[in-house]
């Protein structure tokens, strides 16, 4: 779950992983006919004047009641992001290349020698309550953010760039020194200095400054420890974007209706309803017309490729699903990571033979006709010039794995089945990953198996495989059940990897952190890479030791198909079309 535009990351249930077999009995060309398809398909549907009126229902697919916390600073899921996207706008909007432009709410500059950035939000911006978006609105993102009462995870080592937000969070101030509002709180223009520039900054999902803002004056009665479930934020919250909570189901549903304040003008729809759908029941909710839009589960492509009546669109979005290790803790006294060299999982042999008995690629093609497909590295393709085309990642290889487990002292004593570590201790790995759609669990005993069949012991943490709520308190709070485990990431737009795997982000769930990993996050994000050419080499130098010390085994991307009411137009995947990684919903609507 990485998603720095504003929810900073958020994390990405694993629903298309599919059941495994060594052999299709098909062709190549015919394991991958889905990836075909989707080849074919449009990013966007038609664009046409729409009607105005109208309503739409939408999937949202998972197999657990959604937390429903209705506030980025607070929230971490994937699954609340898709909640609040009707709602929830960012700041700026971003052309094709996902540079900020000034057709958001907001304008921006920066000021590289000066170290700062300025914000301006427009006139008649305004909160779904008809108050306008104020500097102090901005400010507040960050003080929920920083302080230590909200336990936010989006505290992050990127963001203490801002001056002053380290030493509120530490209570040595009352105010973030670095934010500055030059024409008081009820202003609309923010100044905010950093310590240092980087070269993302011109792109959303940098990282390094939050791209949204909370409504100062609805929720500063509100204490920050209470802020997390209160009913401002989990029954009534208020957003500046096109639509706003009308209704909330408990863990079930929300109906949105027209923000009437809305800056962009009104709405076409009148009311869109989200609601949750077992990944299992995606296919017969197509078939049925159940929703006017709902993503497609890969695994169950075939079974509805030819239902009628919607218009499929497709890419491949910035996620992925990875293997990652449990190397230590995340220290709260410190804000970050305590590695430990003595974790099960520390010898790095140990790791790479893990990556190499799993057989991705023929599951994939198997089950997802190649619409999930193994991937090499952890910086996707689609980053261009920083992805590096050389990396390898980890094919099936069981040889390979066996070989460096006897060469790392894992052996299998006469009379036993499963190896021991170098100091002779019987070797128990436990494994978590999370409930999907019906393929899930045979995908996972696979894998299992595999483990097992190079003389690994691994079992499932728990015994069965865990919801998506559970399996995410366990892995930030270092559960000592667990030893390694499969999730997944919603990438930002702008490629810096300190989010994520820095020493100062408690989104490094792996707890990994070295001397090495640091100075090459840091290198490519500092002042010297404004140079385009050093920040690529440093990206691929990073790759590279990413590979070799195999914290995170890179597993899976995959396209994503959304199958779209054919009478709906203007909803598009572009990124200029779009706002917080979200179609710009004020536009969708029924052709007129």
Avoid at 195 to 210: A, D, S, V
Wanted: hydrophobic share 35%.
């Amino acid at each position: 779950m990485k998603k720095l535009t504003k929810l900073t990351i958020c994390l990405l249930a694993a629903l298309s992983l599919a059941a495994c077999s060594q052999k299709t009995g098909k062709s190549k060309q015919d394991s991958n006919s889905g990836a075909e398809d989707a080849m074919q398909f449009p990013v966007a549907t038609s664009f046409a004047k729409t009607k105005k009126g109208g309503s739409i229902r939408v999937a949202l697919e998972t197999d657990t009641p959604f937390t429903g916390i209705f506030a980025d600073e607070l929230a971490d899921s994937t699954t609340d992001a898709t909640l609040s996207q009707f709602g929830s706008e960012s700041l700026f909007d971003t052309d094709n290349s996902y540079n900020i432009t000034d057709s958001g709410a907001a304008t921006f500059s920066l000021d590289r020698q000066a170290k700062q950035i300025t914000i301006k939000i427009k006139k008649g911006v305004k909160w779904s309550d008809g108050q306008q978006v104020v500097a102090k609105d901005v400010e507040y993102a960050y003080e929920v953010i920083a302080n230590k009462a909200t336990s936010s995870s989006h505290y992050t080592s990127s963001l203490q760039d801002v001056v002053g937000l380290k030493e509120y969070h530490d209570g040595k101030a009352k105010t973030i020194s670095g934010i500055e509002m030059p024409d008081g709180e009820n202003g609309r223009k923010v100044v905010i200095r950093f310590k240092q520039m980087h070269p993302g900054m011109l792109k959303t999902g940098n990282g390094y400054f939050w791209e949204s803002a909370l409504p100062y004056h609805y929720l500063k009665a509100i204490p920050f420890k209470k802020l997390r479930t209160c009913v401002e934020i989990r029954k009534r919250p208020l957003y500046f974007g096109p639509y706003k909570v009308q209704t909330i189901e408990t863990g079930q549903k929300v109906v949105w209706t027209r923000n009437k304040y809305y800056w962009r003008g009104t709405p076409s729809l009148s009311k869109i309803t989200i609601s949750i759908i077992s990944p299992k029941s995606v296919a017969t909710a197509i078939k049925e017309k159940t929703y006017d839009i709902i993503e497609v589960v890969n695994s169950q492509w075939k079974q509805i490729k030819s239902t009628k009546d919607y218009k499929f669109v497709a890419n491949i979005p910035l996620t992925y699903n990875y293997l990652g290790f449990k190397l230590g803790t995340w220290d709260k006294k410190t804000s970050s990571v305590k590695m430990n060299k003595n974790a099960k999982m520390a010898n790095k042999s140990l790791r790479q033979a893990i990556g190499y008995a799993m057989n991705v690629t023929q599951i994939e093609r198997k089950y997802t006709s190649g619409l999930t497909f193994r991937i090499k590295s952890l910086i996707p393709s689609q980053f261009g010039d920083y992805y590096d085309s050389k990396s390898k990642g980890y094919p099936y290889n069981p040889s390979k794995a066996k070989k460096l487990l006897d060469k790392a002292g894992y052996k299998i004593r006469s009379g036993e089945k499963y190896r021991r570590d170098p100091q002779g201790h019987k070797l128990v790995i436990h494994l978590a990953a999370m409930t999907g759609d019906s393929s899930q669990s045979k995908i996972i005993s696979n894998y299992i198996k595999k483990w097992r069949e190079i003389g690994l012991n691994v079992k499932l943490t728990t015994g069965h495989l865990l919801e998506f709520n559970t399996f995410y308190d366990m892995l930030f709070q270092d559960d000592s059940q667990i030893d390694m485990f499969i999730a997944g990431w919603t990438l930002n737009n702008e490629p810096s990897q300190n989010g994520i795997y820095g020493a100062g982000t408690p989104y490094n769930l792996e707890r990994f952190a070295t001397s090495t990993n640091t100075k090459l996050l840091e290198a490519m994000d500092s002042d010297a890479a404004f140079n385009l050419s050093y920040r690529i080499k440093t990206f691929k130098q990073w790759q590279r030791y990413m590979q070799e010390q195999a914290f995170v085994i890179p597993l899976t991307s995959s396209y994503k198909i959304t199958a779209i009411n054919k009478k709906l137009v203007n909803f598009s995947l572009e990124p200029a079309e779009m706002n917080n990684s979200h179609p710009l919903w004020y536009q969708v609507g029924y052709k007129k």
